[in-house]
């Protein structure tokens, strides 16, 4: 099983950018352990990160072919890129949204997402374990 982990705008800066909302986790730590929870699970992940939604797009559409499932944390384009979640849609695979933040208890403007009616289910406020989370519900729906 092969799972690509997109990560967008601003958590290149992880462990960095506001860390009494998004955490101390730096986002290389964080894909070590996705990596190591995906090898422990009988699964590889993919991990890919951009501040450009073209960037995102064209990663997606370059692996998606290669790939079972997708773990996405949009970042700031979860509330209005089209083009992205047009993209994901189009991918013919289970998405899970992952936000480290509760994107509900913040600013009005981040209640709604673009990609949450297109994913699988969408995990949020939960820190960087709801990319895990995602990841075990991605392989338990390929190997029941």
């Known amino acids: ?10 958590l290149n800066t992880l462990g960095q950018r506001e860390p009494h909302i998004y955490g101390p986790l730096a986002e290389i730590v964080l894909e070590a352990a996705l990596r190591a929870k995906a090898e422990a699970i009988g699964a590889e992940v ?58 509900y208890a913040r600013e009005e403007f981040r209640h709604r997402s673009l990609i949450a009616p297109i994913a699988r289910g969408q995990i949020s406020g939960l820190g960087p374990v709801g990319y895990l989370l995602a990841l075990e519900t991605l392989a338990r729906e390929a190997f029941p």
């Open 1 to 10: 099983m092969r799972i690509l982990v997109i990560n967008g705008p601003n």
């Open 46 to 103: 993919v991990c890919f990160q951009s501040n450009h939604e073209g960037a995102l797009i064209d990663f997606i559409q370059a692996e998606a072919n290669s790939a079972q499932g997708i773990i996405i944390n949009p970042g700031g384009l979860t509330h209005y890129a089209v083009a992205l979640r047009d993209c994901l849609a189009g991918a013919g695979l289970p998405v899970i949204e992952v936000h480290i933040s509760n994107i």
